[in-house]
């Protein structure tokens, strides 16, 4: 396992775009302003604007934008600049040797999830869910997200619990503790690299699970999916962030969110609640990927005890 080293005032962000384009360059530049108000100086990659229909430019240009951001010296730590969908086209594409050799932070969610699986997997780097450039930084002044996101990525120290989005009450689906290694993220890109070389290990981990807009039955089948591929029985504990926008249109025709996330873990022992604030919300945290943890599913708490970056 590899720790990247904590951000410092005045250190350097470069921004990638591994997934979807931006509209515009205004939300761009609205991110930039918010992040050098936090005290960091920011970098676009090289190809970060570039369009390419759904993709943020050809494969190869933001496979290497992710290359030269570990490589340059000069940039302390990474922020995607959002998702969409095209990270799991570059999974093949990337030298995990130069991120081994020169770890740095890497921020992200959503589409980006791949990409960390592949990290993780490949080059055993802590990464962080959090906000990115355009969908976050860019339309949010929101002291909230501001403060977790400069708190997890300065601070050489655990972190400790990780707040429910203020405001919001945790929902307990099976009582019980856990300790572990959190690992997870997007339930749809968890899914969709089963069966690849990204494929995630939840054997005795905390497996960390967030969605955006999706009906009920397909986060039922995505979590079945899960169940037969023995994923939720290997966990030690699961914990869902919010999900966002993933009620039935018809709700007289559909299970409700929650009876497919308890009907998911019926007969298997393992403790979980749902509603920890990542994920697709304006107020979310960002939470360490990699690092051990441990969780209270009957008090919907979620406990970082390692640290998740060096000094």
């Known amino acids: 396992m590899r720790k990247p080293p904590a951000l410092l005032p005045g250190s350097t962000i470069g921004i990638i775009a591994p997934a979807g384009p931006v509209a515009g360059p205004s939300c761009i530049e609205d991110g930039i302003r918010v992040l050098e108000g936090l005290g960091f100086r920011v970098v676009l990659g090289k190809h970060a604007l570039n369009k390419n229909k759904y993709l943020a430019g050809s494969d190869p240009e933001r496979a290497a934008d992710i290359s030269a951001m570990f490589l340059d010296p ?11 969908y095209g990270s799991m086209r570059l999974l093949h594409r990337i030298d995990y040797r130069i991120i081994r050799r020169s770890p740095k932070v890497l921020v992200g969610y959503s589409d980006i999830t791949a990409l960390q699986l592949a990290i993780w997997k490949k080059a055993g780097l802590v990464t962080f869910s959090g906000p990115m450039l355009a969908p976050d930084f860019a339309c949010a002044g929101n002291g909230h997200m501001l403060k977790q996101f400069y708190r ?21 689906i099976k009582p019980g503790r856990a300790r572990g290694r959190l690992l ?11 069966g690849t070389p990204y494929e995630i290990n939840t054997r005795g981990a905390i497996l ?28 030690a504990g699961i914990v869902f962030g919010k999900f966002a926008g993933c009620e039935a249109v018809d709700g007289e025709e559909s299970f409700t969110l929650l009876e497919v996330l308890r009907e998911s873990l019926e007969g298997i022992k393992v403790p979980c609640f749902y509603g920890l604030g990542v994920g697709h919300i304006t107020l979310k945290a960002t939470l360490p990927l990699g690092v051990m943890a441990e969780m209270d599913a009957g008090n919907c708490l979620l406990n970082i005890i390692e640290s998740a970056t060096i000094q």
């Open 74 to 84: 000069r940039v302390d730590g990474v922020v995607c600049l959002r998702g969409g």
């Open 152 to 172: 997890a990525l300065t601070n050489p120290r655990p972190l400790g619990v990780i707040p429910l989005a203020p405001g919001d009450r945790g929902v307990v």
């Open 184 to 194: 997870g993220g997007n339930l749809s890109l968890v899914t969709a690299t089963l």
């Open 208 to 235: 960390f699970l967030e969605e955006v807009n999706e009906e009920p039955y397909r986060i039922d089948r995505m979590l079945r999916q899960l169940w037969l591929a023995g994923k939720l029985q290997a966990a």
